[in-house]
């Protein structure tokens, strides 16, 4: 028995955000139920190709094919399964995982950086506000979160990335890192006097010009923090993926 998916559609404005992979991985969930039902068929567009071969179709976009075997079903001797398919959440399993940071970049009128010195973390004495994502958080929101906890300032929008940086898995932290550096704008001198640090946290707030930021913080620090100021400088966003290779 055939099944045949014919069409998939998702309205422009809410594409990638993983609308139809969700729709077509709860279909082909139901359809491993269903007796008898062993090849799957589709016609799809070559942009959408690569999603449905990762659920382990296969052939050309006009018309792409899986077949699965149920442990109900009597395999017929010449037949063979044409795909590597695996259910979604083993599938999920398998993927890099990674930890997610939110960063603000924030400095003085005169586009001096500040940075929080740290209680907690002496490999990384000086850095940007942020911090860890949450479970089911969205970035921007994370930021908000971290600025008011760490310094008791609101972050104000619309968010505005400068910078995306990436670390590969280290002996101590099994993970990558991934970390999204947005734009806090320019606080004046006031605004700076009134931020109120989180003691368990930070212990001072500075401002310093960038140069003179290099004989304070590691190598990979330094080259994250100098990114980014040339990512608002000139407008164009950074990618740094050394991050913790120093």
């Not at 949450?134 to 609101?154: I, K, N, Q």
Request: net charge negative.
């Amino acid at each position: 028995m055939a099944a045949r998916l014919q069409l998939v559609v998702t309205r422009p404005e809410a594409r990638r955000r993983g609308h139809a992979r969700a729709v077509v991985s709860a279909l082909l969930d139901f359809l491993a139920d269903v007796d008898d039902v062993t090849l799957f068929e589709l016609h799809t567009s070559a942009e959408a190709a690569p999603l449905y071969r990762e659920f382990g179709f296969s052939g050309d976009p006009a018309l792409m094919r899986m077949t699965r075997h149920s442990t109900s079903a009597v395999a017929l001797p010449a037949a063979r399964a044409d795909s590597s398919w695996m259910p979604p959440e083993q599938y999920a399993q398998s993927l890099p995982k990674a930890v997610a940071f939110v960063c603000l970049y924030v400095t003085d009128e005169n586009d001096r950086p500040l940075q929080l010195h740290s209680v907690y973390s002496p490999g990384h004495p000086w850095h940007m506000i942020g911090g860890a994502m949450d479970l089911g958080e969205r970035p921007w929101d994370a930021v908000v979160r971290e600025c008011r906890e760490e310094t008791g300032m609101t972050a104000v929008g619309p968010p505005r990335l400068l910078a995306t940086v990436f670390g590969q898995p280290r002996a101590r932290r099994p993970y990558s890192t991934l970390q999204l550096v947005f734009d806090g704008g320019r606080l004046t001198d006031a605004q700076i006097r009134a931020l109120t640090l989180n003691p368990r946290e930070h212990d001072e707030a500075r401002v310093l010009p960038l140069t003179e930021w290099e004989a304070l913080m590691p190598a990979h620090d330094f080259a994250r923090l100098r990114a980014v100021e040339e990512a608002r400088r000139t407008g164009v966003a950074a990618y740094v993926d050394t991050w913790g290779d120093t």
